[in-house]
């Protein structure tokens, strides 16, 4: 058997609807990144995919995150503002959102002289994934964890598992700041199945954990700009208009004839019956959202994301099991 690597055959690129101008950020620099101010000592990073942060003190930087698109471009960041203000450009701290590699992976360019901070989790799963570019942090946490850093206050807090087993909400309270990777893409629709999220429920629930926080800006760790509330507040709509889609649709629509067709293929007639209640769930979306979330045309991301809330409504909250009689 070959795979069609594409090299020979033809294929057709579709067009999307066009990104809502407040989904967009700044513009990048000629080195591929933007560095801007949040609050006072607290700065921000994008290359308009990923974003981390980072806090100027005296006792050196602390780092909120490493993307590893923005690689060699955090240090240089750094150095940008911290040259223009007289204040030290080594990072002593790294603190991290969650174990993945993609917001993690530019951890090793800070070498060993850096103290890694991260939920107990996060630890775990680094030491079994044994990547050397992500050195397990030392320093962790299990629920809350207060860090006082050169003057400055971040509460660390761990709600359960939401997008990652260990995703953990950093509060900068004298920043109005809270740094939420991998929940709300804001300005933008979540990527494939809810964000690749491994906890439907947590994924859903973990907006109205940040707003009972007091912020005024979201560092999401994507995409080109900083979240406002009411960014959080429109993913919260999108989101809950899709579950009740999905309820309504799941409930009311009658698969039998897919069964009829496709037996004695049992998966092919749920693959088609779920397939079919995620579609029409999601038709509505893409022309109630456009200008306003980016994305809500991508099928493959919106509908894949209602597919796995469905399973969700089934599997974690029950919806239409029933026990045979
Ligand atoms: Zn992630
Ligand atoms: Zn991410």
């Known amino acids: 058997m070959t795979v069609d690597t594409g090299a020979a055959s033809a294929f ?3 067009d999307f609807a066009p990104v809502p101008e407040s989904s967009l950020g700044p513009v990048v620099n000629e080195q591929g990144y933007y560095v801007g101010r949040v609050e006072r000592n607290l700065y921000w990073v ?3 995919v990923y974003q981390c942060g980072f806090l100027t003190t005296p006792d050196g930087v602390i780092l909120l995150d490493a993307p590893a698109t923005l690689g060699h471009n955090i240090q240089r960041a750094i150095d940008e503002i911290t040259s223009a203000n007289g204040v030290s450009n080594k990072v002593t701290y790294l603190i991290h959102s969650h174990h993945h590699a993609d917001h993690a992976s530019a951890s090793s360019l800070f070498g060993t002289d850096v103290v890694r901070v991260g939920h107990e989790e996060t630890r775990k799963l680094m030491l079994r994934d044994n990547d050397p570019n992500r050195p397990a942090p030392e320093e962790t946490f299990q629920d809350h ?9 971040i509460e660390l807090g761990w709600h359960g598992s939401n997008h990652s087993p260990d995703n953990s909400f950093i509060y900068l309270p004298n920043h109005d700041t ?16 809810l964000n690749l999220a491994v906890d439907v429920p947590g994924y859903i629930a973990a907006p109205e954990i940040a707003l009972g926080y007091e912020w005024s800006h ?22 809950g208009e899709i579950v009740d889609n999905l309820r309504e649709v799941f409930t009311t629509f009658d698969p039998t004839e897919y069964y009829q067709k496709y037996w004695p293929n049992m998966w092919a007639s ?5 397939d079919e209640v995620a579609r029409r769930a999601c038709a509505p979306l893409a022309a109630k959202y456009a200008g306003r979330i980016a994305g809500a045309d991508i099928d493959s991301f919106v509908v894949s994301t209602a597919v796995w809330i469905l399973e969700s409504l089934r599997l974690d909250l029950g919806l239409g099991i029933q026990v045979h009689p």
Do not use: K
């Open 145 to 153: 964890r207060t860090l006082e850093i050169g003057g400055e206050r």
């Open 178 to 193: 809270l740094m939420l990777v991998d929940v709300v893409n804001v300005g933008w629709v979540p990527i494939y199945s």
């Open 218 to 239: 979201l560092i999401s760790g994507h995409m080109g700009r900083l979240g406002s509330r009411d960014d959080v507040a429109l993913h919260q709509q999108f989101i």
């Open 12 to 14: 057709t690129m579709r």
């Open 46 to 48: 994008t290359d308009g």
């Open 270 to 274: 749920v693959s088609e019956h779920l």
